[in-house]
């Protein structure tokens, strides 16, 4: 009898000043399926879409997010209009986002499983680096 064959998960991120709330997503995400594959956001789609650049360059976010255990296969995400190339490309069997994405993915639902799991609370990037800076 034929195992059947690995379930691959692929989910994106950031994942700019790794924090609890990324781990989190990161290990659930990794317990849909038997592979994760992420993808870590280009410091230049940074730039563009959201107006800054990342504190920590992709070269850096990607050794963190490649080195995490759950964590099979890691790539930069160029864009993000490339989601339907990507979730092909690594033959991912589920999508996975946190849900501040919730439905913004949905099409994506005649190729693979969309998935979207709820934020850690209280936590974020920016709070961080305001935090840190000294601000509130
Ligand atoms: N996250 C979470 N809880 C938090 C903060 C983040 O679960 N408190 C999750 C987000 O929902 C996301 C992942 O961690 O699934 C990465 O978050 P970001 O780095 O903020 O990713 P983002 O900039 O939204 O991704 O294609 C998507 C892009 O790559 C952008």
Redesign the pocket.
Known sequence: MSSPAPRTVI??????VFHV??L??IERAAALGDRLVV?V?ADELNLRKKGREPVFSEGERLAIVAALKPVDEVFV?ES?ELKRHYIEQYAADVLV??D?WAGKFDEFGDICEVVY?S??PA???TALIEKISGGS
């Open positions: 989910t994106f991120g950031t994942f700019d709330g990324h989190k997503v993808g956001s995400e993000l986002m946190g501040d799991l934020r850690t936590i974020s990037t």
